[in-house]
């Protein structure tokens, strides 16, 4: 599973065009605090979150993530958006919540 | 942001009194303080705590030992996760010559094992001045991670970005500071005291407004001529 085939069947928007799309996906995270991902976090997972500030990036680049998905429609910033376009970094964005989009991944991972 | 750059810096906009508040650690305060004595700029030691909830705390100290301590003791409550010079920086630690004295293995940008309600007992019990740092800020702010201020915490100063205190923090008086992070950055934001002498105690009686003693924000940009 790539986070393109994790793109198709959730519907997601991604922001960072094509880099890192074809990226391994492995697992999923949830929460809003960076220092958890940092602590718990691990490479390959999708992190479902609703922060998008630039620290954001950094964690998701320090961890190894397959990608940061952007829950309750919430935009990053335009410097957010080209530090991560430049980090490799794939962000994606959904309307749905972080629960609906946590259901959702963890079925498309373990089906 | 070498000890001299920050000194030469803040005496050049006009500022008397300075703290030296590094997240996590008070490694690099005494170089600074040295420098700051050299020139003759007043000068704190203090901290920025990073809670659990990532609150940002800020604490303040006339006394070189007591913020040691409180290092110290933080030091302990960080995670062991080490830093990646590569993303974060080498967290070096330098004396006034700028000389490296070592890196700082453990990642700093993280948060204690420790709640925000412990953190302020923490910094109380070392002698400190506990002041939540840029708590109208939606990233790292107190009313941003917690939801609101919680009850029962009575605070003298609240560090603010707008220059306006908001609601929940009784009689607490706004304070505003440069939080720099670059010397570009150095007296953005002040704060003008009317007080007698540059101590934390001073500092105190001045948002408490004892004997004509005042606290006023500067929030606005500072520019260059």
């Given at each position: 599973m790539t986070v393109s085939d994790v793109v198709d069947r959730l519907g997601l928007t991604v922001l960072t065009g094509s880099v890192g799309v074809e990226g391994a996906v492995s697992g999923g995270i949830v929460g809003d605090l960076l220092s958890y991902v940092l602590g718990t976090g691990a490479p390959d997972q999708i992190w479902i979150t609703v922060q998008h500030h630039a620290n954001v990036v950094a964690v998701a680049k320090v961890v190894g993530l397959a990608a940061v998905l952007l829950a309750d429609g919430r935009t990053p910033d335009e410097a957010v958006l080209a530090r991560a376009k430049s980090d490799g970094v794939v962000l994606l964005q959904s309307d749905e919540t972080a629960f609906e989009l946590s259901g959702r991944l963890h079925r498309l991972l373990t089906e | 942001m070498s000890p001299r750059l920050i000194v030469n810096a803040s005496r050049a906009r006009r500022i008397d009194l300075i703290a030296v508040t590094d997240h996590n650690s008070a490694a690099m305060t005494t170089a600074v303080a040295e420098a700051a004595a050299e020139a003759g700029l007043a000068f704190l030691y203090g901290m920025e705590l990073q809670t659990r909830e990532e609150v940002h705390l800020l604490a303040y100290f006339d006394d070189c030992e007591a913020c040691a301590a409180l290092s110290r003791a933080v030091y302990e409550l960080l995670p062991d996760r080490p830093n990646e010079p590569a993303y974060f920086g080498d967290q070096v630690c330098v004396d006034i010559d700028e000389t490296i004295l070592r890196s700082e293995p453990?990642?700093?940008v993280n948060s204690l094992d420790l709640g925000f309600d412990e953190a302020v007992r923490l910094v109380r019990s070392h002698g400190g001045l506990p002041v939540p740092a840029h708590?109208?800020?939606?990233?790292?702010g107190l009313i941003a991670q917690l939801g609101f201020v919680p009850e029962g915490l009575v605070f003298d100063l609240v560090e603010v970005v707008s220059g306006v205190l908001p609601d929940g923090f009784g009689s607490a008086v706004a304070v505003c500071s440069s939080d720099a992070h670059d010397p570009s950055q150095i007296g953005r934001r002040t704060t003008v005291f009317e007080m007698n002498d540059c101590t934390v105690d001073e500092m105190v009686r001045a948002a408490r407004g004892v004997g004509g003693r005042s606290v006023a924000c500067c929030p606005g940009e500072w520019r260059m001529k």
């Open positions: - | 453990k990642l700093l708590v109208d800020r939606e990233t790292y």
